[in-house]
């Protein structure tokens, strides 16, 4: 457990505007590769509901919380608010993001 103190996990659980479900779709894509590049990404799984097409989960594990202040900042998710900033409507109807610290 000692190694694992430091690292960050994250769940992110989105829902897509209905009728946006592939658009959102797309853009969460284009975030896997880049964000698995990163030096500091563990793990980065983007996860589509079975029976609702509009809602999606990221698991997302960085080594520690400089790696996610990192991985906030990339280009890759720059674009990803400036595509939904300039969305006439946003295609992310909700987001909840729940941060988790692994203890055993």
Not at 18 to 25: A, N, T, V
Request: proline residues 5%; negative net charge.
């Amino acid at each position: 457990m000692k190694d694992n103190a430091t690292n960050v996990i994250l769940n992110v659980h989105m829902k897509a505007l209905p009728g946006h479900e592939e658009e959102l779709f797309a853009l969460l894509q284009a975030m896997v590769e880049p964000t698995r590049a990163e030096a500091g990404c563990m793990i980065y799984e983007l996860h589509r509901d079975a029976e609702d097409a509009g809602r999606f989960m990221f698991y997302e594990r960085f080594v520690n919380q400089e790696a996610l202040d990192s991985h906030v900042a990339t280009p890759h998710l720059t674009h990803f608010r400036a595509v939904r900033a300039a969305a006439s409507p946003d295609p992310l109807e909700s987001q909840v993001v729940t941060k988790w610290k692994a203890v055993a």
